[in-house]
């Protein structure tokens, strides 16, 4: 099962929105409704931000957002704060298994 | 409130075998999956693997069968992770992680347990 892909690094400055992209296969993404996000800050565990591609766990902000159409799931966050700058990685139920993407990291101009 | 608390780190020499265990509390153990998740150094996210603590089923990534075996003590609800035959391309976090009841997601992580190998 090769990995969900994602772009190595995005950046923005505080107040912008930025988009992440996940782009899997019809044997992932694209056929299951099962795409989480994960945030995770230098030596820490990551976190769920997002899962069922856009639901939000409860206690995470509403600046985090997340899509999906065809074999690709976005995160979207809007308004950046500097604690944003993290890793993110998405992933994908694929019918018996679960495939992670290879992480974006953001940086907060 | 839900925990995750896994044993400490590792070291260990190419060739050996390290078990790795993860004690839940504060939900009941045999409802919800459990999941393993490594990082090596400075890279992403690995699925490795879930047990049904219920029932002891198992399922691995096709890169880690015939040398991870999962496992449960229920009576102690907690789950253990054992990588076989380990190489330096085994040293890295390995994180226990809980799978959210009605869906894919991992809700709940553990602190991960770093294994180092090395001769």
């Known amino acids: 099962q090769s990995a969900l892909t994602q772009p190595a690094s995005v950046s923005g400055s505080p107040g912008q929105s930025i988009t992440i992209s996940c782009t899997g296969t019809?044997?992932?993404?694209?056929?299951?409704?099962?795409v989480s996000w994960y945030q995770q800050h230098p030596d820490k565990a990551p976190k769920l931000m997002i899962y069922d591609v856009s639901h939000r766990p409860s206690g995470v902000p509403d600046r985090f957002s997340g899509s999906k159409s065809g074999n690709t799931a976005s995160l979207t966050i809007s308004g950046l704060q500097a604690e944003d700058e993290a890793d993110y990685f998405c992933s994908s139920y694929t019918g018996s298994t679960v495939v992670f993407g290879g992480g974006t990291k953001l940086t907060v101009l | 409130q839900v925990q995750l608390v896994q044993s400490g780190a590792e070291v260990k020499k190419p060739g050996a075998s390290v078990k790795v265990s993860c004690k839940a509390s504060g939900y009941t153990f045999s409802g919800y999956y459990i999941h393993w998740v490594r990082q090596a150094p400075g890279q992403g996210l690995e699925w490795m693997g879930w047990?049904?603590?219920?029932?002891?089923?198992?399922k691995y990534a096709q890169k880690f069968q015939g040398w991870v075996i999962m496992t449960r003590d229920t009576a102690i609800s907690t789950a253990y992770m054992e990588v076989n035959r380990l190489t330096s391309d085994d040293t890295a976090v390995y994180y226990c992680?809980?799978?959210?009841?009605?869906?894919?997601?991992?809700?709940?992580w553990g602190q991960g347990t770093l294994v180092t190998v090395s001769s």
């Open positions: 992680v809980r799978q959210d009841r009605s869906g894919w997601d991992f809700d709940y």
């Open positions: 047990i049904n603590p219920n029932s002891g089923d198992t």
């Open positions: 019809s044997s992932d993404a694209g056929v299951y409704k099962y």
